[in-house]
């Protein structure tokens, strides 16, 4: 089957499901599930109940469920939180898709939600099979050239290998990083994750379990955010 899908940007509905309106009561939701997971319910269950509480839909609930954490996390969370000073001449671990997926979807006008732990997240989702869009080249090289200029000694990109064109993706990337001269490995593994927390590497990621479980994380997305990628849908519930 061809792949039709040019961007990694908005859905339909978004702009109305998104609005002022659901902000305000996604906020609210995002609270509540705050609340339940510190009180140790289960994540699943959780956002059942606050979503059919709420009557949002399954996109919203999405947002919701990628923003919220126990609150006891939140603090653990940013501690480890490292600065830009931190990461120069260092070797940075990145969980692949997670941060290439919220580039592409900030490039394409996608919304993007800031969580309770001060990570970025976005509600795209690739199902299993990873497809290049319009905005796969342009994220990879602001990237590459962020953290060129943040004194970043090399990086080692970690691609869940099960996702099918992790293989064509892997290729080029590197076909990029030895046309630009960037210092870049590239790591085709069956659990990024389990791999990211044994590494003694800051890590970029906005991926929960591995927040709260790495030694330290650099949010680059915030830093892309700021200094970057001008007009982000950026909410923050």
């Not at 120069?88 to 692949?96: F, H, N, S, V, Y």
């Not at 000694?153 to 990029?176: A, C, E």
């Amino acid at each position: 089957m061809p792949n039709h899908q040019k961007h990694r940007g908005q859905q339909s509905k978004d702009k109305d499901i998104f609005n002022e309106k659901y902000q305000k009561i996604m906020s609210e939701a995002t609270n509540d599930m705050c609340y339940l997971l510190e009180k140790k319910y289960p994540e699943n269950a959780t956002l059942k109940l606050v979503g059919d509480h709420y009557q949002i839909n399954e996109r919203q609930r999405k947002a919701v469920f990628r923003c919220a954490c126990p609150l006891s996390s939140i603090e653990k969370r940013q501690q480890k939180m490292i600065s830009n000073l931190n990461i120069e001449q260092k070797t940075l671990a990145i969980d692949g898709y997670n941060l290439l997926i919220i580039v592409e979807s900030m490039l394409s006008n996608g919304y993007i939600f800031k969580g309770r732990d001060g990570a970025y997240r976005d509600v795209a989702s690739i199902h299993g099979t990873y497809k290049k869009v319009e905005e796969t080249l342009p994220a990879l090289t602001l990237i590459a050239n962020s953290l060129i200029e943040l004194k970043v000694k090399n990086v080692i990109w970690y691609l869940d290998s099960p996702i099918s064109n992790s293989g064509r993706l892997k290729s080029i990337m590197l076909g990029l990083a030895e046309e630009n001269y960037w210092n870049w490995e590239v790591e085709l593994v069956n659990s990024p994750d389990k791999k990211l927390v044994e590494l003694d590497f800051p890590t970029i990621t906005a991926d929960a379990w591995i927040l709260d479980n790495v030694t330290n994380w650099f949010n680059l997305s915030e830093y892309l955010i700021q200094n970057k990628i001008k007009d982000v849908n950026l909410l923050c519930l």
